[in-house]
């Protein structure tokens, strides 16, 4: 069964960086590759992608907007 997307952030067309909420309640993120960097330690299966920082700080924005009261503390903590 596939997963149900919702764009929190990033660009209209779907073919650039972009950040969505999933119908399971995860986040799944659109971007370039990332295949080697200092420090980046991937496990088997897992890719790296780069968003820039006003994507992710826009889904961050997104989410507080509309989010239970639990993500938005959790979100205010992490931050």
């Given at each position: 069964m596939s997963m149900r997307l919702h764009k929190v952030s990033g660009c209209d067309n779907g073919t650039?960086?972009?950040v969505y909420v999933s119908?399971?309640?995860t986040a799944v993120v659109q971007g370039d590759p990332v295949a080697a960097a200092?420090?980046?330690?991937?496990?088997?299966?897992?890719?790296?992608?780069?968003?820039?920082p006003?994507?992710?700080?826009?889904?961050v924005a997104a989410l507080v907007e509309s989010g239970s009261a639990e993500t938005v503390q959790r979100l205010r903590e992490a931050l």
């Open positions: 650039c960086p972009a119908d399971r309640g200092e420090g980046l330690e991937l496990g088997e299966g897992e890719t790296a992608v780069e968003l820039p006003d994507i992710v700080l826009a889904a």
